[in-house]
């Protein structure tokens, strides 16, 4: 393990990461917030990248990557590491933003409240107008 791999780790994962909160932020509230997408890549790829670090020691390569080489060598090891770390930080990453990004502004909120003021409006001047024609006969 050297530094040129720990860093291309840590730069997949935290594109990935960006990647991810982008996305759940536009298809959850159609907007996107560029810079709590950065900082919830990094933090995604921070906690996923940590037990990558963790095989430097043997005693975690002997329990979390040895088993694995019959399956495809060391790799597969490292991999299934990672995703078990990348799935709550996954979690955590989709929800922080969604809070962060999702929230509506004071114009959203009026443009919203004037809309339904207006067709509150429309709908009781149409039952006015039900209710003061009469039946003919």
């Known amino acids: 393990m050297d530094w040129k791999s720990i860093g291309s780790v840590y730069g997949i994962l935290f594109i990935t990461g960006v990647v ?17 997408s950065l900082v919830q890549g990094a933090q ?3 906690i996923s990248t940590v037990p990558y670090l963790l095989t430097y020691f043997d005693t975690v390569r002997q329990l979390f990557v040895e088993p694995f080489k019959p399956y495809g060598g060391t790799g597969v090891g490292l991999g299934v590491l990672i995703m078990l770390a990348a799935w709550p930080a996954g979690v955590l990453n989709v929800g922080h933003s969604e809070t962060a990004a999702c929230v509506a502004s004071t114009s959203e909120m009026t443009e919203f409240k004037d809309k339904l003021m207006k067709e509150l409006a429309e709908k009781q001047a149409a039952e006015e107008k039900n209710a003061n024609a009469k039946p003919s006969q």
């Open 44 to 46: 995604f790829a921070a």
């Open 20 to 36: 991810v909160s982008l996305l759940s932020t536009q298809l959850q509230c159609s907007k996107t917030s560029f810079s709590t």
